[in-house]
């Protein structure tokens, strides 16, 4: 089996990591390692992390381990978790984030076969999530032709949730680095790698399921602040390689922003 790296970073997420660490060991046709970086956590994050690593000491398929960041922030984290990380493959999973349990299998195959560097999956917002549905689909029988390769949307929106990606970390080499960003830190790095002509892919299959709401940055109060940051990190790569039409792109996000947050929500969980 692959050996995949999944990476998760922690702020006081006692309630949730449990829940995270299950749902990476529940992950089919792989074999894990798990790197948690701790981000300055002042609740029990770190001694249920603890208690997992030592539960899980012996597993020949899953291992756990413990990271403690001295640089706060969420790209210091994320950098600081990667130089650990002796993987090809990294998967990103937030704390309260899921996935189902082939997605990590379906997107490795997906990566071998289009050479991609980067590939990311639907995101499902409705709860309960099904976590071992049945897809219809698997190992050697995947619906090829849903994935997109994503380059050329990427200056117009984030086509990939964080959580959704695997990485090919000896395909991206040193270009693999989050900018040191307080927000949109993926969305600063999806750029990056499109200009340094990186494939990146996208799978609409519903495969990785989100808490809509809880910590959701384009759905909390500072929206519009989101916003304006997003539209701002756009609009840096477009004028510095001058592809000044994908300016008018931008437009929407903004008019969405101003929108109620009910009803916002309401929207998306109808069109996910």
Same mark, same amino acid.
């Given at each position: 089996?692959?050996?995949?790296?999944?990476?998760?970073?922690?702020?006081?997420?006692?309630?949730?990591?449990?829940?995270?660490?299950?749902?990476?060991?529940?992950?089919?046709?792989?074999?894990?390692?798990?790197?948690?970086?701790?981000?300055?956590?002042?609740?029990?994050?770190?001694?249920?992390?603890?208690?997992?690593?030592?539960?899980?000491?012996?597993?020949?398929?899953?291992?756990?381990?413990?990271?403690?960041?001295?640089?706060?922030?969420?790209?210091?984290?994320?950098?600081?978790?990667?130089?650990?990380?002796?993987?090809?493959?990294?998967?990103?999973?937030?704390?309260?984030?899921?996935?189902?349990?082939?997605?990590?299998?379906?997107?490795?195959?997906?990566?071998?076969?289009?050479?991609?560097?980067?590939?990311?999956?639907?995101?499902?917002?409705?709860?309960? +999530? *099904?976590?071992?549905?049945? %897809?219809? &689909?698997?190992?050697?029988?995947?619906? $090829?032709?849903?994935?997109? =390769?994503?380059?050329?949307?990427?200056?117009?929106?984030?086509?990939?949730?964080?959580?959704?990606?695997?990485?090919?970390?000896?395909?991206?080499?040193?270009?693999?680095?989050?900018?040191?960003?307080?927000?949109?830190?993926?969305?600063?790095?999806?750029?990056?790698?499109?200009?340094?002509?990186?494939?990146?892919?996208?799978?609409?299959?519903?495969?990785?399921?989100?808490?809509?709401?809880?910590?959701?940055? +384009? *759905?909390?109060?500072?929206? %519009?602040? &989101?916003?304006?940051?997003?539209?701002? $990190?756009?609009?840096?790569? =477009?004028?510095?390689?001058?592809?000044?039409?994908?300016?008018?792109?931008?437009?929407?996000?903004?008019?969405?922003?101003?929108?109620?947050?009910?009803?916002?929500?309401?929207?998306?969980?109808?069109?996910?």
């Amino acid at each position: 089996m692959i050996k995949v790296a999944i990476l998760t970073t922690v702020r006081n997420e006692e309630a949730n990591i449990g829940n995270c660490i299950f749902n990476v060991i529940q992950q089919e046709g792989i074999s894990t390692v798990h790197y948690i970086v701790d981000d300055g956590s002042t609740d029990n994050t770190i001694e249920v992390v603890t208690n997992y690593v030592e539960r899980y000491a012996d597993d020949p398929n899953h291992s756990i381990i413990l990271l403690c960041n001295t640089n706060p922030g969420r790209a210091n984290a994320l950098n600081f978790g990667i130089t650990h990380i002796k993987e090809r493959y990294i998967a990103i999973l937030d704390a309260d984030d899921s996935w189902h349990v082939n997605k990590s299998a379906i997107q490795l195959e997906l990566m071998q076969k289009f050479d991609l560097s980067v590939v990311g999956t639907g995101v499902e917002f409705r709860e309960p +999530f *099904e976590t071992t549905r049945d %897809l219809g &689909y698997g190992h050697g029988n995947l619906p $090829l032709h849903h994935l997109k =390769i994503v380059n050329d949307n990427i200056l117009r929106y984030n086509p990939l949730a964080h959580s959704s990606v695997i990485i090919d970390a000896y395909l991206l080499k040193e270009s693999l680095i989050y900018p040191d960003r307080k927000s949109q830190v993926d969305y600063g790095l999806w750029l990056s790698l499109y200009f340094k002509g990186f494939r990146i892919g996208h799978f609409p299959d519903k495969l990785c399921f989100r808490k809509i709401g809880r910590g959701q940055s +384009f *759905e909390s109060r500072n929206h %519009l602040k &989101y916003a304006y940051n997003s539209v701002k $990190l756009q609009w840096k790569y =477009i004028f510095l390689h001058k592809k000044f039409l994908y300016c008018f792109y931008s437009m929407p996000r903004i008019i969405w922003a101003v929108m109620p947050q009910s009803f916002r929500i309401s929207l998306r969980k109808k069109w996910r």
